[in-house]
Nanobody
Framework: QVQLVDSGGGLVQAGGSLRLSCTAS????????MAWFRQTPGKEREFVAA????????DYADSVEDRFTISRDGAKATAYLQMNSLKAEDTAVYFC???????????????????WGQGTQVTISS
């Protein structure tokens, strides 16, 4: 099995930046599709960004395009979400997700991901 640990959330002012990290360990941790989702109370989990197992292909929700950047390290075991120009509407719990199935482009559907981090809270103040 694959285990994910996500971290890096916090409280920042509008216009500020945060970098989230997700470290994968265990079986096939170097060949996973990886993604970030976010969720607020009473709403379904929302796609944010995804990266292919090679790191060559990325995909973003329209709401974060040009502000967020997803990447992964050379060993393919850690994914990052660099968040710039943060807005109040970015406030949510952010979850790292991964799966051994590797579609191109990466899936935007939560149900396609088998492995999940515990979530990290991002709060934007104004």
């Amino acid at each position: 099995q694959v285990q994910l640990v996500d971290s890096g959330g916090g409280l920042v002012q509008a216009g500020g930046s945060l970098r989230l990290s997700c470290t994968a360990s265990g079986r096939a941790s170097d060949s996973l599709t990886m993604a970030w989702f976010r969720q607020t109370p009473g709403k379904e989990r929302e796609f944010v960004a995804a990266v292919s197992w090679t790191g060559a292909r990325t995909d973003y929700a329209d709401s974060v395009e040009d502000r967020f950047t997803i990447s992964r390290d050379g060993a393919k075991a850690t994914a990052y979400l660099q968040m710039n120009s943060l807005k109040a509407e970015d406030t949510a719990v952010y979850f790292c997700a991964a799966d051994r199935i590797r579609p191109i482009p990466p899936s935007r559907r939560p149900r396609d991901y088998d492995y999940w981090g515990q979530g990290t809270q991002v709060t934007i103040s104004s």
